[in-house]
């Protein structure tokens, strides 16, 4: 994607650079308690997404009938100087 601000082009894209943050993967749990209200309970971020989804069963066996997650990934954008328009 990029945009025109001023007089420069900036271009976003995916930071893939070796120093880079790396992309982390985390599930919420979706589920209502009784009130009604989310459960929200959260795992750690964690890079590798089996981690990730562990931490669903994990969640399940302790709170029987917690069966609804989001994903939530962080991934790393960065801005890019693409000269001028
Ligand atoms: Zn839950």
New binding site residues.
């Given amino acids: 994607m990029s945009r025109l601000l001023g007089l420069i082009n900036w271009t976003l894209r995916p930071d893939r650079d070796a120093d880079a943050p790396e992309t982390t993967h985390r599930f919420r749990?979706l589920?209502l308690k009784d009130d009604d209200t989310e459960?929200?309970?959260e795992g750690k971020p964690v890079t590798d997404l089996k981690a990730a989804q562990d931490w669903t069963f994990a969640?399940l066996r302790e709170?029987s009938g917690?069966t609804s997650f989001a994903e939530i990934v962080e991934r790393p954008w960065v801005m890019w100087r693409g000269g001028r328009a």
Avoid: E, I, L, V
Wanted: aromatic residues 0%; hydrophobic residues 10%; proline residues 0%.
């Fill in positions: 749990c589920t459960c929200g309970a969640h709170n917690h």
